[in-house]
């Protein structure tokens, strides 16, 4: 008699969900243009300093597309293991999933449009001027760029699961990047040197753990840290 199968737990349902995630990044090229589209279009919208309700529309049609591309991939590949011949039905719904996209794109453009047209033609909504004014803002900023670069990796190399293990290794990225922003955010304050310092012993003890616990490669360890460094480290000097 077989046992029933165990539910899965909070982290695993987790964790299957952003495989489902990098399984789309990694096979289908639409979804990478739009992943980077969204990372342009928010790191924009916060330079040009959109409102609220400005960047809920905006996350709203992101999320939209992406979700519309996803259901897209998933109804393909539900037509293509149900059937190994040539279906004009089968046709018809892929081509319908496929449709749902193109309206899903075309709707984040125009709002695109609407909230920028605006903003970038006024010389007052200088990036540079916004962005140096906003330094916690724009540690955020870093922080989701190396998010979405090493989940971009992952998906490109198939190596590891999104939460453990694989190249890189995304906690190491992320406390080196907490490490060349606190150095940057305190700028030239007397307790710059002792709080950078700290924080740098802190992302190599992060990274030593992932090590240790054999979670991590050293090669995938460095890799992570020198993504999350350089990422925050090029975004402060272009814009303070």
Same mark, same amino acid.
């Given at each position: 008699?077989?046992?029933?199968?165990?539910?899965?737990?909070?982290?695993?349902?987790?964790?299957?969900?952003?495989?489902?995630?990098?399984?789309? !990044?990694?096979?289908?090229?639409?979804?990478?243009?739009?992943?980077?589209?969204?990372?342009?279009?928010?790191?924009?919208?916060?330079?040009?300093?959109?409102?609220?309700?400005?960047?809920?529309?905006?996350?709203?049609?992101?999320?939209?597309?992406?979700?519309?591309?996803?259901?897209?991939?998933?109804?393909?590949?539900?037509?293509?293991?149900?059937?190994?011949?040539?279906?004009?039905?089968?046709?018809?719904?892929?081509?319908?999933?496929?449709?749902?996209?193109?309206?899903?794109?075309?709707?984040?453009?125009?709002? *695109?449009?609407?909230?920028?047209?605006?903003?970038?033609?006024?010389?007052?909504?200088?990036?540079?001027?916004?962005?140096?004014?906003?330094?916690?803002?724009?540690?955020?900023?870093?922080?989701?760029?190396?998010?979405?670069?090493?989940?971009?990796?992952?998906?490109?190399?198939?190596?590891?699961?999104?939460?453990?293990?694989?190249?890189?290794? *995304?906690?190491?990225? !992320?406390?080196?990047?907490?490490?060349?922003?606190?150095?940057?955010?305190?700028?030239?304050?007397?307790?710059?040197?002792?709080?950078?310092?700290?924080?740098?012993?802190?992302?190599?003890?992060?990274?030593?753990?992932?090590?240790?616990?054999?979670?991590?490669?050293?090669?995938?360890?460095?890799?992570?840290?020198?993504?999350?460094?350089?990422?925050?480290?090029?975004?402060?000097?272009?814009?303070?």
């Amino acid at each position: 008699m077989s046992t029933p199968r165990r539910a899965p737990s909070l982290l695993e349902s987790f964790n299957y969900s952003l495989e489902g995630i990098i399984h789309v !990044l990694r096979t289908q090229r639409n979804m990478r243009i739009h992943f980077l589209v969204a990372a342009v279009v928010l790191v924009v919208a916060f330079a040009a300093g959109v409102t609220n309700y400005e960047l809920i529309a905006l996350l709203l049609s992101i999320a939209f597309v992406l979700i519309a591309e996803m259901i897209n991939t998933a109804i393909e590949s539900a037509i293509d293991t149900a059937t190994t011949s040539f279906d004009p039905h089968a046709k018809l719904a892929k081509d319908i999933a496929a449709g749902a996209v193109l309206i899903a794109s075309v709707n984040a453009v125009a709002i *695109g449009y609407i909230v920028f047209a605006r903003r970038l033609s006024d010389p007052s909504s200088r990036l540079i001027d916004r962005v140096r004014n906003a330094p916690i803002d724009l540690t955020l900023i870093a922080l989701v760029v190396t998010i979405l670069i090493v989940i971009g990796t992952k998906a490109l190399t198939g190596r590891g699961t999104p939460l453990r293990g694989g190249l890189p290794s *995304g906690h190491a990225a !992320l406390a080196f990047a907490g490490w060349m922003a606190a150095t940057y955010v305190l700028g030239d304050t007397r307790h710059r040197f002792l709080i950078s310092t700290l924080t740098f012993i802190m992302a190599l003890l992060v990274a030593q753990t992932r090590v240790e616990s054999g979670v991590h490669s050293t090669l995938e360890v460095a890799y992570g840290g020198l993504i999350g460094a350089i990422v925050t480290l090029v975004l402060f000097q272009a814009f303070t």
